[in-house]
């Protein structure tokens, strides 16, 4: 069966770095883009960062563009967050996500396009 598994978050102060990790299994994903999706308290889900299936092409939030860096290693079936420069208000819970549309190359991500989730890994920053 299809599994992603997120790891790497956890409690840091502003200004501090970390790198998020999404291991899929079950499947190969590098013919579909992989996205990056966060969940604060009282709040939607929303997009974050996406990496094309190829590699090529990566689009992200405009609040972490500069901050925030996707990349992915289809050897591994792993996708990639860095994270630096974080701010109180990055504090979510964040998921990793497998977009359906095999081949996309368009650069609008949204959650009902989204086939397979991980079970999300938790950032908090302190202030």
């Known amino acids: 069966q299809v599994q992603l598994v997120e790891s790497g978050g956890g409690l840091v102060q502003a200004g501090d770095s970390l790198r998020l990790s999404c291991a899929a299994s079950?499947?190969?994903?590098?013919?579909?883009?992989m996205v990056w999706f966060r969940q604060a308290p009282g709040k939607e889900r929303e997009f974050v960062a996406a990496i094309s299936w190829s590699g090529s092409s990566t689009y992200y939030t405009m609040s972490v563009r500069g901050r925030f860096t996707i990349s992915r290693t289809n050897a591994k079936n792993t996708v990639y967050l860095q994270m630096n420069s974080l701010k109180p208000e990055d504090t979510a819970v964040y998921y990793c996500a497998v977009d359906g549309r095999k081949f996309y190359s368009g650069r609008y991500f949204a959650v009902e396009d989204c086939d397979y989730w991980g079970q999300g890994t938790q950032v908090t920053v302190s202030s």
């Open positions: 079950g499947r190969t994903f590098s013919s579909y883009a």
